[in-house]
C-alpha cells in the first residue's frame, strides 16, 4: 500500500520513446557542448596564467578561486533549497491500488458536494419556511438525513472519515493537534512536515488514501476541488486543488501582520502579530516579512505607505514595481510578492490588505501571504498547470486552507463588516470555480467543498442564542440574517447543481457536523490539576503555560491538549512516564466517570456529556501510536479552551465565551451530527459518515478494501 505507482507505458509507447530518446539525447548532448566551450577556453587561459605567477601571487590567485567556487556553489545550493522549502512541486501519484471490480457502474457520474458545519436542525427549521426550494425538492425527490458524525466532531477527523471510510484508528487523525509521544510536544495534523535534503517536505496527514485515489487507480476521470486534509495536492485522473490545511508562504495558517502606530493595549490578545510603526499622517517606509530562509531569519520586502487621501493609502513595493491602494474599510487587491534567497530562488506569492484607522494613527492589517497558484512553491494544484489555469480564469484567488480570516475578527484588528467582505470573496471563487467543473463534467468523479459556511457560524452564531454571553459586550443581533443568508446561498450552489445533472448521475450532499453555541470555555488541564492528576513545578494556585512549560511530570498522571484529547503520563511510552501498565485502564475509566460528574457550579449544567476510552470505540493501528487515552464529549454550550488546546492551565476552571467565535461543533458527536442529502433513496436508515466511501466505489461498480467499516448507502 506505501509503493508509488509513477505511470505506466504499454510498450508500444515504450518502443516510440526509446528510438525518439537518442536523437534527443545527441541533441542535448550537443547543445551544452557548445553551452561549456566558453567556459573551457576561459579555464585554460587562466592555469596558463596561473603557472607564470611566483609565491604569493600563486596564493591570492588560489584564495580568490576558491571564494569564488565556494560563492557559485553557494548560491547553487539556494537555488534549489527555497526560502522554506522545494521550488518545484513534487510528482505526487496514488499508491499501488487493488482495484476490484465487483459489478458494471451504476451512474455514469457520481458527484460529492460538501458543504462544512450545514446544521440540521437549521436546515429543517428553514425548509419548513419555504426558505430553501432546492433542498427540499431534493429531500422530497431523494433523501434528508442526519449523517453521524466523527468523535470528535472536528473537521479533520470528519473530512478525513468521509474521505477514508473509516474511523481515527485507520487514517490517522484524531483532533486538530496530537502529541509527539515521548516528547510532550504538540503538532498540528492537518499535514506533515520534516527538513529534507532540499528545506520543508510536507506530505499529507492521512495514513489511508481517500475514495479519489481508487476512482482514479480504476481509470475513472476524478476532480477534487478544496477537500480539507488534502494538502499537499494529490495525483488524479483530472485535477487536484488542495483546501483546508495548505499554509500560508510562511509556513503558518494564516499570519496576519497588523501595522499599528499608535500604544499597544496592555491587553492585547495577539501582541506577535503587530508592527509598530511611526506615522507622520503622510508617509512611511516598513517592510513585509518574508518565509525563513534558516536559523530563524527571515528575508523581507521594504514596503512604502503613502496616503493619496482622507481615506486612502498607496501601498508600493519598488522592488517589484508593485503598488496597490487601499480605501478605509475596504479590502485593497491583490499586491504580488516575490522573495529570493538565491540565485534564481524566488517564491511568489501575494497579500491584501484592510485599512481600518488613518487618524490620529495608523491601524493596517495585512493578510497572510498566500500561495501563488501559477508558481508553487509547493503542490497547491494537481496538475501544476491547473494552478495557472485557475488563475487565468478567476484572476488571483485565495489559495490558504482558511482563508477567512477570523483571527483578526477575533483578535478585534477589524469588524465584521470587513469579515463578512472576506467571506463574500472567498464564496464567490468557490462558485465560480464550481461553474467551472460543472461545465465539463462528463462522466466520473466530482469532489467539490464549500467551507465559508462554517467560518460564518462560528463568528455569528450569538445571533442565534439570546442568552449568550458575547451579546453583553456587543451588538450582534443586526447581524441576524447572516447565517441564514448562508444558507440560502448554499441553497443557491444546490441549485446551480441540479441544474447540471441528470437521472445517471448520483448526488451525495454532506456536512462533516451540525452547529451549537459555545458559551463557556473548559480549562481542562485546570480540571485534572484540582483533580490530583496534574501538577505544576510552581505550585498548582498558578497558571500553567502554554505547552506545558510549568507542569511537573514527575507527579502528573494525565494532560489535555486538542479539543477534545486526554493523554496519560505512561510509563515507557512518554520521557518522564509514571503510570504503571497495569493501572492503565483503571485509570482512564477513573478518569473519564469523574469528567461526566464535571458540573458548572454557576449554571448547574453538566460540563461534560460523555467521555469514552479510544481502545473502546477505534481499532486500527493509530490508536496506540498516535491517538490519545480518552476522548471528552463536551455538553452544549461549553468548548475546551483555546488553552487548553495548547497545553495551557489558567487559574479559572471555565470562562465566558465573549470573543468574537460564538458557535462552535467541538463537543460530544451525538450532539452535532452533520446533513446527508442524496438525490437516490438510501437502503441505510441511520447513515455515519464512512458510508460514504463504499457508496462512492459502489457507484462505480468498485469494490472497498477490506479495512472500510462504511456500508453502502444505495
Known sequence: MNARLLGYIDPGTMQTVLVGAGGLLAAIGSFFLLLLWPLRVVFFRARRRYRRLHGAGKVATACVAVSVIAAVAWGGYLSVNTIWGEQQPRALAPPELAVVRRGPPRFERVMVLGMDGLDPGVMREMMSAGELPNFRRLAEEGTFAELATSNPPASPVAWSTIATGCGPGEHGVFDFLHRTPGHYLLELTLRRSHIGLRGTVYDKARDREGFWAFTSAAGIPTTVIRWPVSFPAEQVTGRFLSGFGVPDLLGGEGRYTYYLSGPVPKDDPAVHHIVEVPWNGRSLETEIKGPATGRNRHVSLPLLIKRTGKDRLRLSIAKLDASVEATRGQWSDWLPVEFSGGLAATVHGYVKFMLTELDPHLKLVTSPIHMDPSQQPFPLTYPASYGRQLQRQLGRFHTLGMPEQVQPLVHRRYGYTAFLAECRTVHHERVRMLDLELERFRHGLLAFVFDTCDRVQHAFWATRDPHHPLRR???????????????????DVLGRVLAKIDSRTALLVVSDHGF???????????????????HLKSGDESPGHDL???????????????????????AGRESYGIVELDR????????AAQLREWTDPETGEPVV??????RDIYHGPDVVTKGPDLLIGLNRGYRASWSTAVGGAPIKLLEDQVSRWSGDHLIDPSLVPGILFSNQKLSVEHPTQPDIFPTVLGAFGLASPDYVQGRPLF
Do not use: K
Not at 517 to 533: K, P, Q, T
Not at 560 to 569: P, Q, V
Not at 609 to 614: D, E, G, K, S
Open 473 to 491: 459586550v456587543e451588538n450582534v443581533q443586526r447581524y441576524a440574517d447572516v447565517i441564514p443568508g448562508m444558507y440560502r446561498q448554499m441553497d
Open 516 to 534: 451549537t453555541s459555545y458559551r463557556r470555555s473548559a480549562n481542562v488541564n485546570r480540571w485534572l490539576i484540582e483533580h490530583g492528576y496534574m
Open 609 to 614: 456529556h460523555n467521555a469514552y476510552l479510544v
Open 584 to 591: 492503565y485502564r483503571s485509570l482512564c475509566e477513573q478518569i
Open 548 to 570: 506545558f512549560a510549568d507542569v511537573d511530570w514527575s507527579r502528573t498522571q494525565a494532560y489535555a491538549y486538542g479539543f477534545a484529547s486526554l493523554s496519560l503520563n505512561l
